[in-house]
């Protein structure tokens, strides 16, 4: 049982340039989520799934593209990167019922755009 | 919509020192409450939970929480802080019914000196 994975850990991009984010559960949650963490500011949620096929916008959305093809798998798309998408982005997970709504966290990856 | 407050950003104590970060949160119905722990270049995981029932919550590694729905507030504790609890804590609500938009305090960095 590995949890949240999350890859890359570490990125570097050019403005302009786009990429996804890998984020996977095996714990077969209904829910998965997105932040993205910056100094400061605590967690900001980007974008949400409450199951295959259904997806919706969190605080902060602009920007980022998210699609649910399979309840294993949630990867986030940057389109055209912009510096103030520099940040370190958490994807997470959890069971709609029954857990009490407790997230499990990936490691984690750090973005940066120059 | 909610939002959550966490007015201490970076905490310093010394060891055996007993520690009290505030969390206060705006939100005119029920609740659900979370404090979570991030350790240095760790992700973040649960410390503690409320639902429903004692308003007091013991969680993990001796930290307990109270809620008292009159002030909002989830102020998290711990009687005696040890080195190994450097890290950050977030304060974070989801309002019950809902879709699991969780949102999440700034942060308090905590740092224990020896």
């Known amino acids: 049982n590995a949890g949240v994975t999350q890859t890359p850990k570490f990125q570097v991009l050019k403005t302009g340039q786009s990429m996804t984010l890998q984020c996977a559960q095996d714990m077969n949650h209904e829910y998965m989520s997105w932040y993205r963490q910056d100094p400061g500011m605590g967690l900001r949620l980007i974008h949400y799934?409450?199951?295959?096929?259904?997806?919706d916008q969190g605080e902060v959305p602009n920007g980022y593209n998210v699609s649910r093809s399979t309840t294993e798998d949630f990867p986030l798309r940057l389109l055209s990167a912009a510096p103030s998408q520099t940040s370190v982005y958490f994807c997470?997970?959890?069971?709609?019922?029954?857990?009490?709504?407790?997230?499990?966290f990936g490691p984690g990856t750090r973005l940066t755009v120059t | 919509a909610q939002s959550v407050s966490q007015h201490n950003h970076h905490v310093i104590l010394s060891e055996a020192a007993s520690l009290e970060l505030g969390c206060n949160y705006s939100?005119?119905?029920?609740?659900?409450l979370f404090w979570y722990v991030q350790y240095p270049g760790q992700h973040l995981q649960l410390l503690l939970k409320?639902?429903?029932?004692?308003?007091l919550v013991k969680g993990i590694k001796g930290f307990e929480a109270e809620f008292i729905k009159s002030k909002f507030s989830f102020n998290l504790r711990k009687p005696s802080v040890q080195w190994s609890d450097t890290a950050e804590y977030f304060c974070?609500?989801?309002?019950?019914?809902?879709?699991?938009?969780?949102?999440f305090g700034t942060g308090t960095k905590l740092q224990v000196i020896p």
């Open positions: 939100y005119g119905g029920t609740v659900n």
């Open positions: 974070a609500v989801s309002t019950s019914g809902g879709y699991q938009k969780v949102t």
């Open positions: 799934s409450v199951g295959a096929g259904i997806t």
């Open positions: 409320y639902f429903s029932g004692d308003p």
């Open positions: 997470a997970s959890s069971p709609l019922v029954g857990a009490g709504y407790e997230q499990y």
